[in-house]
């Protein structure tokens, strides 16, 4: 969770929304990234959808189902039917997000019978610090 959390950092040092994500198989760190959607001006490029993208890209694979995913927010539905589809054996996230979230919060994504795989979920790891660092960029947003 430490480089999904300083990735996030990084994130808001460029003013994005602070979301950081690393991709894991075993012990060996596939893709370390973070929120990019301002930067290259789309609305998909949230931490988790692009630490897949390069995940799969690096593994040559859709399929990551020996990948974990560590992940500083709790992943909105967009992400989370991307985590789904990609196979993601386990999913572990620091702050829960009960306005957008849809692991824990909303849809319940994982939970729903229409969802074909549902990986194993964590939660709360490194919980105070991503929320701390939320908080921080969003208070800055709205002064």
């Known amino acids: 969770m430490r480089l999904a959390l300083d990735a996030a950092g990084e994130a808001a040092r460029e003013g994005e929304v602070p979301v950081g994500a690393v991709v894991m198989r075993g012990e060996e760190v596939i893709a370390v990234t973070r929120n990019a959607m301002r930067g290259v001006s789309d609305p998909t490029a949230h931490a988790e ?3 897949l993208r390069l995940a799969a890209e690096r593994l040559g694979t859709s399929r990551l189902d020996a990948c974990d995913l560590w ?3 709790e992943p909105c539905a967009m992400c989370a039917g991307a985590i789904a589809l990609a196979r993601i054996r386990r999913l572990y996230f620091a702050a829960s997000d009960p ?5 824990l919060h909303g849809p319940r994504l994982f939970a729903q019978p229409t969802c074909h ?5 964590y939660s709360g790891i490194g919980e105070e610090e991503a929320a701390a660092q939320l908080r921080a960029f969003f208070a800055t947003r709205r002064d």
């Open 49 to 51: 959808m692009v630490a």
């Open 71 to 73: 992940v500083s927010l």
């Open 99 to 103: 306005k957008g979230g849809a692991v």
């Open 117 to 121: 795989h549902a990986p194993e979920v």
